[in-house]
């Protein structure tokens, strides 16, 4: 066991202790870290020791292999990163829209009346009628369709 925070050098030593007493000395492929700056400091420790025992395979080239979970994480970050200024228009439009409470008063109550069930649904169709005018595409879109499924039920 390694104490927290620990420097590259006795991380890197005590991983290459544990590849030695299992005996993988010879066996070691690859190594899969996340992308932290003491894991990466822990691969020319680990790329020295194999080599000794000339057991890399493509000159070490795959030796660290990247966390595949950590890397998908990059991804999406960076894809949501393009579209975050579509993510904040409709965070921001959500804001404005009272479904919450309409949901609320209409399925807590065990037996909602009619004059909370109308209020409710007119409040709705307000806000998707005062919505419908925003510029974005993309929100003009999604609330047509909301439109229509109201209208039909």
């Known amino acids: 066991m390694v104490d927290f925070p620990y420097p590259a050098p006795i991380l890197a030593s005590k991983i290459w202790n544990c590849v030695k007493e299992w005996d993988f ?27 000794e ?3 890399l395979i493509f ?24 579209i975050g200024k579509i993510i ?17 008063v209409v399925s807590r109550v065990k037996y909602p009346i009619s004059n909370m069930y109308f209020h409710e649904m007119f409040r709705v ?9 925003n510029t974005h595409d993309f929100i003009r879109s999604m609330i047509i369709r909301m439109q229509l499924k109201f209208n039909k039920y």
């Open 88 to 104: 904040y228009n409709v965070r921001t439009s959500v804001r404005y829209v009272g479904f919450y409470n309409a949901t609320n």
């Open 53 to 55: 025992k000339n057991a």
């Open 125 to 133: 169709k307000l806000l998707l009628d005062e919505v419908i005018s």
């Open 25 to 51: 000395e010879s066996k070691v492929l690859s190594v899969t870290l996340d992308n932290t700056s003491v894991n990466d400091a822990c691969i020319p420790f680990l790329l020295s020791n194999v080599k």
């Open 59 to 82: 000159e070490g080239k795959f030796l660290h292999v990247r966390c595949a979970s950590h890397v998908l994480n990059l991804i999406v970050q960076d894809g949501l990163g393009v």
